[in-house]
């Protein structure tokens, strides 16, 4: 396990320029974004040759894409958003083979119009649920039919808000094209540090099984409202790193939430947790 990164953390102007910086901080994983190719992150379309350059600057570079986000909002309450969204989403299924990725990011929803991230009261009713599930069947047919697999993570503001409710989409859904991405951030107990452990017990023995994907962000107060850099927060990274290995995770552990500027010092503390806990007899 390694740390890799959201490459949209870094602005340049090209794909090559996005890509060697990448590798000038030390990454060889990233999760990428068609925004680092100059394109929409849900294009409407998107040639076979761009697919395939895109994947050859990275196999060039010898960075793997370890996933591609796709996320739009998949209960918006306008129906006409969502299947926007899919649309787009089978352009970029189509893709991944020739990028060089399985997986794809996707993002539960929420009733609020104006952002996908963004928490609404009526997240919690049926009638949201029914949005959520109607729109992954259409998404999980796509991702049959282009063999790729989606990973969805709990977040607060969303539909999916917790690792039960995480639990009970995979139960239901029953499909081996539906995963998890783990975001210990994500699961902290707003007010409550003390319970942090015990709720990424719960997270872990609910889905480690279905982990795909790790991503690695901090939260920066007790009423987790403020999300930075890893290491520089309320979470406990040795713990968080035990739990992945505990349930075989191989992965990257893919940082994102802060400033290029961050990135040094937050890589080095992730590498320091990793040895840490790698070394432990």
Known sequence: M???????????????????TV???GFTEIQFNMSCAGLPSLPDELSQATARRIGQELQQRGIRMSAVSGTFNMIHPDPLEREKGLTSLAVL??????MGTSVITLCTGTL????????????????AWRALTASLEQALLLAEQQGVQLAIEPEPANVVASAPLARRLLDEMQSPRLKIIM??????????????????EEAFHLLGED??????????????TRFGAAGQGLIHYEHYIELLLRCGYQGPLIMHGLEEREVPGSRDFLN????????KP
């Not at 299924?93 to 020739?98: E, F, L, V």
């Not at 609020?112 to 009638?127: I, L, V």
């Open 2 to 20: 390694n740390p890799g990164i959201f490459a949209k953390t870094f602005q340049r102007a090209t794909l090559p320029e996005v890509l060697d």
């Open 23 to 25: 590798r000038s901080f």
């Open 93 to 98: 299924a189509a893709a991944c083979r020739d």
């Open 112 to 127: 609020d119009a104006g952002s996908m991230w963004a928490y609404h009261p009526g997240n919690a009713s049926p009638e």
């Open 183 to 200: 975001d210990a951030a994500n699961l902290y107990p707003a007010g409550r540090p003390q319970e942090l452990s015990a709720v990424l």
């Open 211 to 224: 982990i795909i994907l790790a991503h690695a962000k901090d939260v920066l107060d007790e009423a987790g």
């Open 272 to 279: 320091r947790k990793l040895a840490a806990v790698q070394n």
